[in-house]
């Protein structure tokens, strides 16, 4: 795939450009990085609120872990949900927003995604070690599950990058993709089991039987890609234990398959971006 041996050819450019990223993300403020805490937290506060206090839903108690704690367990599966979003709306305007750049010099264009990918790992990859702290503060055995943490942090990476190199062309030829994704985004947040547990899903499916043939609304709810990310990540952070087998194959399968679709029609297209924009 040329996409990866140009930046293979380019890891200074795409260290630099990271660099830029991350710096220039919080330049001129007094917090700094700290700011990258504001938005996930502000959202704990208010979804809790919202749905542990006025709407009370009541998630499964970890499983071995015993935590019970609300706002624990949607961190476990905000956190990764903020990182896929951040990942695809900064990769989607990467291109647009360094028109000046792309016109003026040659260069793998794709090292702008990537280069807006990994600064927002970057940033997950702090409030991540920040709710390690706080599962471990009460009382999470997290610490033999961290490996497969950070294996399955790189696969949601891996997916969003390729979902990122898709729509960043789309932006490039159709402005109006950004507000579409927005809008997409706002909805694919409540079919993702992040403020409510997936469990409710499945009882509703049960109540209501099969749609058509023999299937259920469990059926298509679990063809959401982050559905299984967020039941991986609550595994591994909250329950303390092995995620289904099948879940994790599910979760790499898409992980390549937005890869290889993404760096396609991006490498199909490259070549034609400085006369697009």
């Known amino acids: 795939m040329s996409i990866l041996s ?36 502000a959202a704990m506060l208010v979804y809790t609120l919202v749905f542990s206090f ?8 970890g499983d071995p872990s015993g935590l019970d704690i609300f706002a624990v367990w949607l961190l476990c599966a905000l956190l990764p949900w903020s990182f896929f979003t951040n990942v695809v709306t900064g990769g989607m305007a990467s291109l647009v927003g360094n028109e000046n750049l792309i016109k003026k010099v040659y260069f793998p264009r794709s090292a702008l995604v990537v280069a807006n990918g990994f600064s927002a790992f970057f940033t997950w990859s702090t409030e991540m070690a920040v709710l390690l702290v706080v599962l471990l503060v009460v009382g999470s055995a997290v610490l033999p599950w961290l490996p497969l943490v950070v294996v399955v942090m790189a696969v949601l990476y891996v997916f969003a990058l390729g979902i990122s190199l898709l729509l960043s062309i789309a932006n490039v030829y159709f402005r109006d993709t950004q ?43 679990r063809l959401n890609p982050m559905e299984r990310f967020a039941e991986v990540f609550r595994n591994l ?24 679709v993404g760096a396609l029609v991006f490498t199909r297209h490259s070549k034609r971006l400085a006369e697009a924009l």
């Open 6 to 41: 140009e930046l293979r050819d380019s890891r200074e450019l795409v260290a630099n450009l990271t660099r830029r990223e991350v710096k220039g993300k919080y330049k001129r403020t007094v917090l700094g990085q700290l700011w990258s805490l504001a938005n996930p937290l």
């Open 54 to 61: 006025i709407i009370k839903i009541e998630p499964d108690v």
């Open 179 to 221: 507000h579409f994704v927005a809008i997409l985004f706002q909805i694919w947040f409540y079919a993702t089991p992040i403020v409510y547990p997936g469990t409710l899903v499945s009882e509703r499916s049960d109540r209501m039987g099969p749609l058509f043939g023999s299937v259920t609304l469990e059926d298509l709810y």
């Open 237 to 260: 952070l909250y329950d303390n234990r092995m995620p289904e087998l099948v879940d994790l194959l599910v979760i790499i399968a898409w992980a390549v398959g937005a890869l290889v």
